[in-house]
């Protein structure tokens, strides 16, 4: 069960998507948990959420853990699926409690109240692919299920 979790094929262009999208969270998973790139840090996005958007200080705190650590585990490939999971997860909660009344476009002209899911369907795309394909080439993932298949008994020798 724990190799399903690891497995992952040698593709270089799922290591591309996974390295993006890890990038892209990791960014704003250090807005929110350290205050990197102009962002509130842990306390002002705890307080954000927890204030107009009346989501629970422990909600709050998965939701930033999500984007930072989830982003970290993408970019080195690391537990790649529950990272995506995370991911996918936020991205649920971000689309059902505050971007589905906004429409589904960005706010690209500033003339909307709020920004739109498009955004948010994308990395749940991305998400999904890479819970079922897992983090493809250049990823711990793919070290840690070598590792073990090659230190695994072959069934055909017993």
Do not use: C
Not at 44 to 52: K, Q
Not at 79 to 107: C, E, Q, W
Not at 110 to 126: N, R
């Amino acid at each position: 069960m724990l190799r399903k979790l690891f497995v992952t094929e040698d593709s270089a262009a799922t290591s591309l998507l996974r390295l993006v999208l890890g990038i892209v969270f990791f960014a704003h998973g250090a807005q929110k948990m350290l205050g990197w790139f102009g962002g509130p840090g842990f306390s002002g996005t705890v307080g954000m959420f927890t204030g107009y958007m009346h989501i629970p200080a422990p909600f709050a705190f998965l939701a930033i853990a999500a984007e930072f650590f989830g982003g970290l585990g993408l970019i080195l490939g690391f537990l790649t699926r529950i990272a995506a999971f995370g991911i996918a997860v936020n991205m649920v909660v971000a689309v059902l409690m505050v971007h589905s009344s906004n429409g589904f476009f960005m706010n690209w002209t500033g003339t909307q109240k709020g920004e739109g899911f498009e955004y948010h369907l994308l990395a749940l795309a991305v998400t999904a692919f890479l819970m079922i394909r897992g983090a493809g080439a250049f990823s711990v993932d793919r070290v840690i299920a070598t590792a073990s298949h090659a230190a695994q008994p072959s069934l055909a020798h017993s």
